[in-house]
């Protein structure tokens, strides 16, 4: 499989320029700092995949907003000092947002011609911005399409995306994902953009119930829920018992036979395919695992993943360096961080 060079292994910032707490100035220049760029180049990363989302660089009319630019170039700034690179990710562009905690309409975007002009517009400023800097900044489209009906509107969308960045960054890296949540299987049907700086990225939370066990924002999760990785088809019979039935009624037992590297080998298979005929690097832009889980059950899982991300040449980004639930920075993560980051 072709590389996705200078972004193999990395981890995202997620909570910093998304999905904050707090839309403010101290907020911006505290939650991550150079200290932290430093610590993530010290773990042996190549990269740092940066969540922003619109309202932080550019007001609803379409101005940019220059101190939310500053941002960026601060944290490019770190990044070449320590000798890594960044991926810019656009979680909510205007018109649109993945998070199923904003209640917003997760079609209109894909169907409203202005909307998707204000998007592109959007892009030719971030890539005019970043244009001299195609060795060190990748572009990634939009975070998650959530709607698994779009599929063609949003790969007509993409193509006139990229064909707007490559006007001022011919250049850079960009990387373009799927519906159903970047879901890996979307992977083959993403258009062939035809351009050999092209990559397609995916998601990777599987199984569901271990990753994301007690989470809030799962409908009909317990927040008290828990289990085991890897888990037998006792384990599951068993937890099928203790779930909400709208819960359980989402979990194919058929799917779980399989545990260990072979569970990710046969849910990757097909992008994998795609990629390979396409001749396309690959990208696992999010995996983890939730903070509620128990840390030798998480390495457990990481072990397994990384295995098949590494037999692939599949590149990735850890989901999250700091808070989200998913953090790796802090005290959860301390007396592993060692045999964590190795297998990032």
Known sequence: MRKFVGFERGVNLGGWLSQFDEYSEEHFESFITEEDIKTIASWGLDHVRVPVDYSVIETDD???IAKGYEYLDKCLMWCRKYGIHMIIDIHAAYGYNFDPLAKTDKEIFFHDEALQEHYYEFWRHISRHFCNDYEDVA???LNEIVPFTVVNEWNEIALKTIAAIREDSPKSWIVFGGVCYNAVSSVAGLADAHDEKVV???HCYEPMIFTHQGAYWVKG???????????SMSDIDKMLTELPPELAKAIDREYFKITGPEFFEKIFAEAIKASEERNIPLYCGEYGV??????????????????????????????NYKSKDYEICGDRCKDYIDELTKLL
């Open 62 to 64: 379409g101005t940019p």
């Open 139 to 141: 572009y990634e489209l």
């Open 200 to 202: 397609h990225t995916f």
């Open 221 to 231: 999760m317990p927040l008290d829920f828990r289990t085991n990785y890897p888990v």
């Open 290 to 319: 939730i903070d509620r889980a128990d840390m030798p059950n998480t390495l457990n899982w990481l072990r397994d993943i990384s295995a098949v991300l590494n037999n692939h040449g599949i590149a990735r980004a850890y989901w």
